[in-house]
Antibody, heavy 124, light 105 residues
Framework: QVQLVESGGGLVKAGGSLRLSCAAS????????MTWMRQAPGKGLEFVSY????????YHAVSLKGRFTISRDNARNSLYLQMNSLAADDTATYYC?????????????????WGRGTMVTVSS | FELTQPPSVSVSPGQTASISCSGD??????VSWYQQKPGQSPVLVVK???KGPSGILERFSGSNSGNTATLTISGTQTLDEAVYYC?????????FGGGTKLTVL
């Protein structure tokens, strides 16, 4: 079945880096746009980053100020999020989610499959 | 832009629940809705479709009018208790509403 599994979260000190991974199964990553979202404890959902199937279009939340980078390895069916210069307010559960299939116009996606998330805790 | 949702909505079992989401009129046409239960990941319940909102789960439907999108849950059950988020796009950014806690009592 269609599934997304995130990994790579953990406890990191402020100023440090982490790389999150999202393993996709049950579908070909190369056929879909993908995104990272996050949710701070007790808070709502927040957009982080977005990539079309071929990485030709990539969006990042402006609030991240260029600290995070989304990438993918379609051959490995995996999505990544490189996070640098982490701060306390980056503490959250990070989810990867599947967007539209390729061929659809980017920037109008619904997200029909979400992983269970990986927790990132940044200590100050 | 922002998407504005009421913080909470209450409904009796078996009744119809409605949750609103207000924002930019051009973006509201493409709103999707998600359900999130405590400790779980979000689940898509109404998908934006070029022809209009499309319910993914039975009993869930969406509609748009002007600058407001509405999620409707028919025959609400206790298992529908959750936080519901609307979602749209603003240029190159995904935007979520603040979430509405649905209580069934």
């Amino acid at each position: 079945q269609v599934q997304l599994v995130e990994s790579g979260g953990g406890l990191v000190k402020a100023g440090g880096s982490l790389r999150l991974s999202c393993a996709a199964s049950g579908f070909a990553l190369s056929d879909y746009y993908m995104t990272w979202m996050r949710q701070a404890p007790g808070k709502g959902l927040e957009f982080v980053s977005y990539s079309t199937h071929d990485e030709n279009i990539i969006y990042h939340a402006v609030s991240l100020k260029g600290r995070f980078t989304i990438s993918r390895d379609n051959a490995r069916n995996s999505l990544y999020l490189q996070m640098n210069s982490l701060a306390a307010d980056d503490t959250a559960t990070y989810y990867c989610a599947r967007g539209s299939s390729r061929g659809q116009p980017p920037g109008y996606d619904s997200f029909d499959t979400w992983g269970r998330g990986t927790m990132v805790t940044v200590s100050s | 832009f922002e998407l504005t949702q009421p913080p909470s909505v209450s409904v009796s079992p078996g009744q119809t629940a409605s949750i609103s989401c207000s924002g930019d009129q051009s973006a509201i046409k493409y709103v999707s809705w998600y359900q999130q239960k405590p400790g779980q990941s979000p689940v898509l319940v109404v998908k934006h479709h070029w022809k209009g909102p499309s319910g993914i789960l039975e009993r869930f439907s969406g509609s748009n009018s002007g600058n407001t999108a509405t999620l409707t849950i028919s025959g609400t059950q206790t298992l529908d208790e959750a936080v519901y988020y609307c979602q749209a796009w603003d240029s190159r950014t995904v935007v979520f509403g603040g979430g509405t806690k649905l209580t069934v009592l």
